[in-house]
């Protein structure tokens, strides 16, 4: 089901990375915002072909939780989840 792709392979949705570097803003007072660094699995949302034909400029990303963490969090039952 998952594999490594080479890297003659081009980015497209649907890929997931491991440690992807995130940067988030993070209000330090009532004006001010600091930049906060971290790392997340993530997936690639955005679309496959506009990735293909070099026509996004940049990469829309949404963070991959563990099924543990949710169960744990009550945001899934655990009969919900497959093995």
């Known amino acids: 089901m998952y594999e ?27 004006d001010a915002w600091e930049p906060q660094k971290y790392t997340q699995n993530v997936i690639v949302l955005t679309q496959a072909c506009d990735l293909a034909n070099q026509k996004a400029g940049r990469v829309q990303v949404a963070i991959v939780h563990s099924a543990m963490q949710l169960i ?7 009969a919900a989840v497959r093995d």
Request: net charge negative.
């Open 4 to 30: 490594v792709p080479g890297t003659d392979i081009g980015l497209t949705q649907g890929d997931i990375f491991s440690e992807c570097p995130i940067v988030d803003w993070v209000q330090s007072t009532s």
């Open 72 to 78: 744990a969090a009550n945001v899934v039952k655990a």
